[in-house]
Structure formats: structure tokens, C-alpha cells
């Protein structure tokens, strides 16, 4: 200190920190209303500001304070330097992380998944908060006289040498990032690929894609593989689809009569069943000309990949029960088979001479089978 410490210094030291203290009391108060109002709203990044807001501006203003009684002391220019920097550094810190958190938390919200389907792409998350984490530091080490040009150096250099150790890392890395930035998966999407894998995204990080199938397992794909792969995803360019279901009635039926009746029940299941699409156009076709049945194609309205099994479900029932009600047959698969009578030829053992010489049209001069004339006589 450069002067005697006395009453006329400790006073304003004590009424700015005081004044710090109570401005934090009164910011987190303020901020806490203002949470219960950002709750109520349909919009979540209004929260993640809010509490990011509940950690900075409290830290804010204690600092403010702190600052204010060191500067009310009589303290050397050292000192003095010293606390103002070390001040500077923790607001610094406290500004990094809240800034971090908070576009983290709104790029969280901005991919947050439909349909009530939990996931984020934390792949953006994750970049987003250690770009703000890597300047936040860069700046504190400025701030502190170090120079960070020798740092950049040996990061460029040092990055080269994990690029070429970890390719496979890094191409499922940036195989993530072109699959989020071109749209065509997104966290909620149910998607299938042409290994057979299916499910919603549930998320997509920085090495894999988790997906989650329809028995609530997890399948977890790498991202270079999810790139290079054929894949249908049933949630794009609009969420809603149509189911087909084929029918067959008997040939005897009435078809304007089978086409009214379906059509009726359609229309029933649009209307009753969650999942189903009101809007949807009953749609009947007739298509085949088949063994024991004329065959049909029936359109369902669903609203989402997963609701087709509930819709199908309710569906045949309905028009099993309806059929039977209106007489109308759904055939069973029949096929008549026709046997034609004709000569069987067993194959021939050949004995010796006598049978070869029947087969060529002449008997030969042999002596006379005792056995074959008694026989022969018996007979006579």
C-alpha cells in the first residue's frame, strides 16, 4: 500500500463491495422471475439464455464490486495491476463458459427432434462449445502478456500429425457434419438403409449416428458408413405417407359393392383411429385377375412411419368383420390338380440270349425249356 490504510478508504472499499454483493442478490433474483416467465414460453432457447444469464451476471457484478474496493485502497500500482488482472481473467473465464453454454444450448434447441423423439446433434453441440472454449482461452492467455503466436504454430503443426493418425476418425467426422449441414438426416427421422438397419435418429455425434428401432434398441452406425450407404428416410420432404394393403374377393362378388363397403371402412379408420389422416381420399383399386380371386389395392393415410402397423391392425379387422357382415367372400387360395390316365412302362431285366433275340424280332433255335412247356401244358 501507498498510503496508511484508514477509515476514508475502508469505508468506499466496504460500500462497493457491499453494493457487488447486493447487485449479484438482486440479478439472481431478477433472473430467477425472469426463468419462470421463459418457462412458459413454446420457444427453449429463451431458457437456455436465461440460465446462462443466472450464472454470468451475478459473477459480474461481485466482480464490479471487487474492483471498485480495490481501487478505493491505497494500493501499489503492482497490486493494483495485479488484482485488475486477475479480475479481468475471471470474467473472462465466466463470459467463456456462459457464452459457450448458451450456443450450445441453442443450437441443442434448434435440433432438437420431433414427434417426442429424444435426441439432439450434439456433433454441432460439441464443436460450437469447444470453438467458444478455444478462443475463451486464446483471450486469457493475451490477457495475461503470453503470446499466443508460438501456441498457433505448434497447434498447426501438431494438427497436421493427428489428421494423418486419425483419417477414419475424421472422416466420420466430417461424414457427420455434411449429413447434418445437406438435410437429408436429422435427429427424429426414421430412416432405413439398405443393410437393413432401421430406426429413429436419435442422435448424430462426431464419430457415429444411434439409431433406435422400433423394439427400443439401439443401432449404432459410423458415419462414413451412414454417407456411403443407400437409405430411405420415410420422414422426408414431408412426414406424412401412404400405406398400400391388398385385398382379393371371389368372383361372384358384386365389385361396385365391394368398392362402396371398402371405401366406407376406410373412411371409418381415417376418422377413428390416432395416427390415421382425416384429409385423407379413400382410394380402391382393382388390379388382378387372379386364381381363385380378383385382387385389389386399398391407400391408407398415415400420419407417421410407426402408425402404419396400428392403421393395417385396425384396418383388416374392420374390413374382415364388415365383409362377413355384407356377405361379401374373401376366397381362400384353392388349386385343382388333373391326373391323365396312361401306360406305365416298368423297366426290363434283361435274363439272356432268348430275351435279346425278342428284342431284336427273331427266336432263335434253342433247345426247349423243360420248365416253360410243363408249364405250358398245365395251362393248355
Given at each position: 500500500m501507498?498510503?496508511d490504510l484508514t477509515m476514508?478508504?475502508?469505508v468506499?472499499?466496504g460500500?462497493?463491495?457491499g ?5 449479484a442478490f438482486l ?16 420457444w427453449?432457447?429463451?431458457d ?6 443466472r450464472t ?5 457484478a ?7 474496493a480495490?481501487?478505493a485502497?491505497?494500493l501499489t500500482?503492482t ?6 488482472q486477475v479480475l ?13 453454454r448458451?450456443i450450445?444450448?441453442?443450437v441443442?434447441?434448434l435440433?432438437?427432434?420431433r414427434?417426442?423423439?429424444a435426441?439432439?446433434a450434439?456433433i ?8 467458444v472454449?478455444?478462443i475463451g482461452?486464446?483471450?486469457?492467455l493475451?490477457?495475461?502478456g503470453?503470446?499466443i ?5 505448434a ?9 494423418l493418425?486419425l483419417?477414419?476418425?475424421?472422416a466420420?467426422?466430417f ?6 449441414a445437406?438435410k ?6 426414421y430412416i ?20 433406435r428401432d ?7 452406425i ?5 454417407a456411403?450407404?443407400?437409405m430411405?428416410?420415410?420422414m422426408?420432404?414431408e412426414?406424412q405417407?401412404?400405406?398400400?394393403v391388398q385385398v382379393?374377393v371371389?368372383?361372384?362378388?358384386d365389385?361396385?359393392h365391394v ?14 383411429i390416432?395416427g ?5 381420399e379413400p382410394?380402391?383399386?382393382f388390379?388382378?385377375?387372379g386364381d ?6 386399398v391407400?391408407l393415410?398415415?400420419g407417421?412411419?410407426?402408425?402404419q ?15 362377413r357382415?355384407?356377405g ?9 390338380v388333373?391326373l391323365?390316365q396312361?401306360a406305365v412302362v416298368f423297366?426290363q ?7 435279346e433275340a425278342l428284342h431284336?424280332g427273331?427266336v432263335?433255335n ?7 412247356v ?7
Open positions: 501507498t498510503d476514508d478508504h475502508v468506499p472499499a460500500i462497493a463491495l453494493a457487488g454483493l447486493l447487485g440479478l439472481r433474483m431478477l433472473l430467477r422471475w425472469l426463468a419462470g416467465h421463459a418457462g412458459r414460453t413454446r427453449g432457447g429463451d437456455v439464455i436465461v440460465a446462462a444469464l454470468m451476471a451475478p459473477w459480474a461481485l466482480s464490479a464490486g471487487t474492483a471498485g480495490a481501487a485502497l491505497p500500482r497490486v493494483q495491476h495485479n488484482v485488475n479481468t481473467v475471471l470474467l473472462i473465464f465466466v463470459a467463456t463458459v456462459t457464452a459457450a448458451v450450445a444450448g441453442l441443442r434447441s435440433t432438437t427432434s414427434s417426442g423423439v435426441g439432439s450434439t454441432f453441440v460439441n464443436i460450437t462449445r469447444i470453438l472454449l478455444a482461452f486464446l483471450v486469457m493475451q490477457t495475461l503470453i503470446s503466436a508460438p501456441l498457433l504454430t497447434l498447426g503443426v501438431g494438427g497436421l500429425a493427428v489428421a493418425a483419417q477414419d476418425t475424421l466420420n467426422l461424414a457427420g457434419i455434411h449429413i447434418l445437406s437429408t438426416v436429422q435427429p427424429g427421422d432405413q438403409l439398405s443393410s437393413g438397419e432401421e430406426g429413429y435418429v436419435e442422435d448424430i455425434n462426431w464419430r457415429q449416428t444411434t439409431i422400433l423394439s427400443n434398441n439401439l443401432v449404432v459410423p458415419n462414413g458408413k451412414l456411403q450407404s443407400n430411405t428416410n420415410f422426408r420432404p412426414q405417407l401412404t400405406i398400400l382379393g371371389s368372383y361372384d362378388s365389385l361396385e368398392e362402396r363397403v371398402t371405401i366406407d371402412v376406410v373412411s371409418e379408420v381415417m376418422t377413428e390416432t390415421a389422416v382425416p384429409e385423407h382410394a380402391v383399386r388390379h388382378t385377375f381363385s380371386r380378383i385382387g385389389m389395392t391407400i393415410g398415415v407417421e412411419f410407426s402408425d402397423y396400428r392403421i393395417k391392425h385396425e384396418f383388416i379387422k374392420r374390413l374382415h368383420r364388415r365383409y357382415t355384407e361379401i367372400r374373401i376366397p381362400s387360395p384353392a388349386r385343382t388333373a391323365q396312361g423297366p431285366q434283361r435274363t439272356g440270349p432268348a430275351d431284336a427273331f432263335p434253342l433247345p426247349p425249356n423243360p420248365s416253360r410243363d408249364a405250358e401244358h398245365e395251362i393248355s
